[in-house]
């Protein structure tokens, strides 16, 4: 040391004796943005403070200072590129009621998966929790229209009130795990129950879409024409949808196909049943097992605890596992996405059954038999129930409505003039739903309109289909096939045009117009199928029937 100072070193270093005995993971220095203790070098003479890589001549660290410097740093570890946040999945240990999923408690009676104490402790001190139904599921059993989901009333609230946000969260851990996807979809309403969304919840996943209720289509319908539009809509999609099936719960249509793809898609992963509320999935998973049992018996043993079937939307508020099959994978019913824009959303829990049709439908046209001056739609207004009002601007006077939906709505017929004193006379009474008292004082009215411009090119079928969301729909047919024909010959209908409708419904509720749904003989007439290539015809989903 120079000059006679007199230097001392203060290391915030601990003893050697602390040190582990690990050979140093990052033999480098570490970088600046690394905390680290710094080595103070006093003199007599001055006093400076370096860094713990500064100093030069006496004030440098020494090399054991720099060793267990290397000891002690912790390198900064970066957040690895590309990791997809993971949803949680559900957890197996809460029981839920085997018929809704919700999960099972004692302590709220008016609340879903309610179970009297008693039995709750005798059936878990037995192991027998997956068995039991709860309360609420029993009163649906006997035909009581008992919602528990907000937005749908019959429900009024409490510490098991179940959102619809909810129940699209419990699904919502689908889309990072490999499943395999069976989408449910009513014909009856197919734009309202399609699941505009449905990648926000399924993912990358392979989906067999599954249309159901195809026995209510009116009589005559080819369902080859129906497949064939089916596929056209969903392409449209852009989805992963690897089959499409033509299927009904209740004659059991269809189900054996639906088996066979799921059989040879699943290789050994879960299946999971997704669609809207109240589109049908406890009855397609009931018609599945009851199809699965005549040859599988661990089906035949799930059959005796199935989901729950009902008419209220939400009737399954949690996923309910199924032991379905034998080797890998589980079957799953899950909750009914709610869509705020479909009719049940604003419909009285008692009213909901009238939205949901219970035979094969039968197309009602109007006007019929000169219901209206001159056998002319221009200037009429006609009301679906309480629920639709159309006012028909400017149409061709051959220009027909056909009306497909449930047969519990009447169609009433008035002049647009007389509109609107019409609606507030007989709501409720003529027009229903709503209905009751107590109803109307809750009810909106009609106070979303739209109007439409329907371009039409061709007099050999209809130009549209106006499908209200989860009614039913309209095909606006701008000439009949009876004036078609006595027409031509006189030339006096426009090679194309436009027709002008207005369109009322409850606010939330949402209009589609989509090309025409080939239905009845007629359908099988017009229908056209797209000229495809090899290539086109390849990728193109198949369906079935």
């Known amino acids: 040391m120079a000059g006679g100072s007199l230097l001392s070193f203060t290391s915030s270093f601990p003893?050697?004796?602390?040190?582990?005995?690990?050979?140093?993971?990052?033999?480098?220095?570490?970088?600046?943005?690394?905390?680290?203790?710094?080595?103070?070098?006093?003199?007599?003479?001055?006093?400076?403070?370096?860094?713990?890589?500064?100093?030069?001549?006496?004030?440098?660290?020494?090399?054991?200072?720099?060793?267990?410097?290397?000891?002690?740093?912790?390198?900064?570890?970066?957040?690895?590129?590309?990791?997809?946040?993971?949803?949680?999945?559900?957890?197996?240990?809460?029981?839920?009621?085997?018929?809704?999923?919700?999960?099972?408690?004692?302590?709220?009676?008016?609340?879903?998966?309610?179970?009297?104490?008693?039995?709750?402790?005798?059936?878990?001190?037995?192991?027998?929790?997956?068995?039991?139904?709860?309360?609420?599921?029993?009163?649906?059993?006997?035909?009581?229209?008992?919602?528990?989901?907000?937005?749908?009333?019959?429900?009024?609230?409490?510490?098991?009130?179940?959102?619809?946000?909810?129940?699209?969260?419990?699904?919502?851990?689908?889309?990072?795990?490999?499943?395999?996807?069976?989408?449910?979809?009513?014909?009856?309403?197919?734009?309202g129950s399609f699941l505009a969304r449905i990648r926000d919840l399924a993912g990358a996943n392979p989906i067999i879409l599954v249309v159901t209720k195809v026995d209510l289509l009116p009589k005559g319908t080819d369902l080859n024409c129906v497949g064939d539009w089916v596929v056209e809509s969903t392409i449209k999609k852009k989805l992963n949808v690897i089959s499409v099936h033509l299927t009904s719960s209740k004659s059991l249509v269809g189900i054996a196909g639906v088996i066979s793809e799921i059989q040879r898609e699943k290789k050994g992963r879960d299946v999971y049943i997704l669609g809207s509320a109240n589109v049908g999935k406890s009855a397609f998973i009931n018609a599945l097992l009851r199809t699965m049992a005549e040859k599988d018996p661990v089906a035949a043993a799930a059959q005796k605890?199935?989901?729950?079937?009902?008419?209220?939307?939400?009737?399954?508020?949690?996923?309910?596992?199924?032991?379905?099959?034998?080797?890998?994978?589980?079957?799953?019913?899950?909750?009914?996405?709610?869509?705020?824009?479909?009719?049940?959303?604003?419909?009285?829990?008692?009213?909901?059954?009238?939205?949901?049709?219970?035979?094969r439908l039968r197309g009602q046209l109007f006007p019929v038999d000169s219901d209206v001056e001159g056998d002319n739609l221009n200037g009429v207004t006609l009301f679906w129930g309480g629920l639709v009002r159309i006012d028909v601007?400017?149409?061709?006077?051959?220009?027909?409505?056909?009306?497909?939906?449930?047969?519990?709505?009447?169609?009433?017929?008035?002049?647009?003039?007389?509109?609107?004193?019409?609606?507030?006379?007989?709501?409720?009474?003529?027009?229903?739903?709503?209905?009751?008292?107590?109803?109307?004082?809750?009810?909106?009215?009609?106070?979303?309109?739209?109007?439409?411009?329907?371009?039409?090119?061709?007099?050999?079928?209809?130009?549209?289909?106006?499908?209200?969301?989860?009614?039913?729909?309209?095909?606006?047919?701008?000439?009949?096939?009876?004036?078609?024909v006595t027409s031509h010959s006189t030339n006096t209908i426009k090679a194309s045009g436009v027709l002008h409708l207005d369109v009322h419904v409850p606010k939330p509720v949402e209009i589609f117009v989509r090309p025409p749904l080939p239905v009845s003989k007629d359908g099988g007439e017009w229908y056209e199928y797209q000229d495809l290539t090899e290539k086109e015809e390849e990728m193109r989903p198949k369906w079935h029937f």
């Not at 007599?44 to 054991?64: D, K, L, Y």
């Not at 508020?317 to 080797?327: E, H, S, V, Y």
């Not at 009914?336 to 049940?344: P, Y």
């Not at 007389?418 to 109803?439: F, H, N, Q």
Request: charge should be positive; proline fraction near 9%.
């Open 305 to 359: 605890y199935k989901p729950m079937q009902s008419a209220v939307p939400g009737t399954t508020l949690g996923p309910i596992q199924i032991n379905a099959f034998q080797g890998g994978g589980k079957l799953f019913d899950t909750p009914g996405v709610h869509l705020h824009h479909r009719q049940a959303a604003v419909v009285h829990s008692e009213d909901l059954p009238s939205l949901a049709p219970q035979s």
């Open 393 to 484: 601007l400017k149409v061709l006077p051959e220009t027909r409505l056909t009306f497909y939906g449930p047969k519990a709505l009447q169609i009433h017929m008035v002049p647009t003039v007389d509109a609107d004193e019409y609606y507030d006379k007989e709501l409720g009474i003529g027009l229903t739903p709503p209905s009751g008292k107590e109803r109307l004082e809750h009810w909106s009215g009609l106070q979303s309109v739209r109007h439409l411009e329907i371009k039409y090119e061709d007099h050999h079928r209809p130009a549209c289909d106006i499908a209200i969301s989860g009614l039913g729909w309209i095909a606006v047919n701008p000439v009949t096939k009876q004036s078609n």
């Open 15 to 191: 003893s050697p004796s602390h040190l582990l005995p690990r050979k140093p993971k990052n033999p480098k220095f570490p970088s600046s943005k690394t905390l680290t203790p710094t080595i103070s070098c006093t003199a007599e003479s001055s006093t400076t403070t370096t860094s713990s890589n500064g100093g030069s001549g006496a004030a440098s660290p020494s090399r054991g200072e720099l060793f267990l410097h290397r000891q002690f740093s912790t390198p900064v570890k970066k957040p690895p590129k590309n990791r997809k946040p993971v949803s949680p999945k559900p957890s197996a240990s809460v029981i839920g009621c085997y018929g809704c999923g919700a999960p099972l408690q004692t302590t709220e009676t008016d609340a879903p998966g309610y179970v009297d104490p008693e039995t709750y402790e005798l059936k878990k001190k037995h192991r027998q929790l997956r068995t039991v139904l709860c309360g609420r599921c029993r009163l649906l059993s006997h035909g009581h229209m008992i919602t528990a989901v907000g937005g749908n009333g019959g429900y009024s609230g409490g510490k098991q009130f179940v959102s619809a946000e909810e129940l699209r969260e419990k699904l919502s851990h689908l889309r990072y795990e490999k499943v395999l996807i069976v989408k449910l979809v009513d014909i009856v309403d197919f734009n």
